[in-house]
């Protein structure tokens, strides 16, 4: 398809795995976004990937969160030791560059459950 | 934290026109006003764009201020389907912020 491709679209975990959630960007965007929202609240910014940039990572809420962008194309968002208050759902974005001169596109994310 | 306030909520009878208001008074030179939209379960759906001129696309219209302090978005016919929660957001070079946004109920 021609959109951000996120999977799964639904992950059930026990507290305490570590899960790993996987986003396809748009064919030739440099830039990629993590978010996270939780039920009924806004979104959280959590990393963002530019080229061969470092990313910002200012988002993350502790380090048992971490991602990665292999290749300049596909990312995964890596939780350790997931706790319930991770519960959420994950959307991913990309973008051809960076804000101001290009849009970013959303996948629908992944809802994770931790049970 | 956001740059931008709008209001908490907006009621619109479906085929008027929808006009939703942003605040974003320290918005800096470069910084370009997006907005975007969540319909409930769904990732956020791109409007439009702008940095000072009024923008217009098949969807909405982006009004800006002169000083740039402020817009609107206008959505010039709205019906049921454009029930959602509207995101403003200004930003140039780094990430999207998004605050609590207007959440748009289109009445029949």
């Known amino acids: 398809g021609a959109g951000v491709s996120q999977s799964p679209s639904n992950k059930v975990t026990e507290k305490g795995k570590d899960v790993e959630l996987r986003c396809d960007p748009i064919?030739?965007?440099?830039?990629l976004y993590w978010y996270r929202q939780s039920l009924g609240q806004g979104l959280e910014f959590l990393i963002y990937?530019?080229?061969?940039?470092?990313?910002?990572k200012s988002g993350l809420p502790s380090d048992r969160f971490s991602a990665e962008r292999t290749g300049g194309s596909v990312s995964t968002l890596t939780i350790q030791r997931t706790q319930q208050e991770d519960s959420a759902v994950y959307l991913c974005?990309?973008?051809?560059?960076?804000?101001?001169?290009?849009?970013?596109?959303f996948g629908q994310g992944t809802r994770l459950t931790v049970v | 934290d956001a740059k931008t306030t709008q209001p908490t909520s907006m009621d619109c009878a479906e085929g008027r026109a929808a006009n939703l208001p942003c605040n974003h008074s320290?918005?800096?030179?470069?910084?370009?006003v997006y907005w975007y939209r969540q319909i409930h379960s769904q990732g956020p759906q791109y409007i439009i764009h702008?940095?000072?001129n009024n923008e217009t696309n098949e969807m909405a219209s982006l009004i800006i201020t002169e000083d740039r302090k402020s817009s609107t978005l206008i959505l010039p016919h709205a019906t049921l389907r454009d029930t959602a929660v509207y995101y403003c957001?200004?930003?140039?070079?780094?990430?999207?912020?998004f605050g609590p946004g207007t959440r748009l109920s289109v009445l029949p």
């Open positions: 974005a990309s973008s051809l560059g960076r804000t101001g001169w290009s849009v970013a596109f």
């Open positions: 064919s030739g965007h440099t830039a």
């Open positions: 990937f530019q080229g061969n940039s470092a990313p910002d």
């Open positions: 320290t918005i800096s030179g470069n910084e370009y």
């Open positions: 702008g940095l000072k």
């Open positions: 957001i200004v930003t140039y070079g780094q990430n999207f912020v």
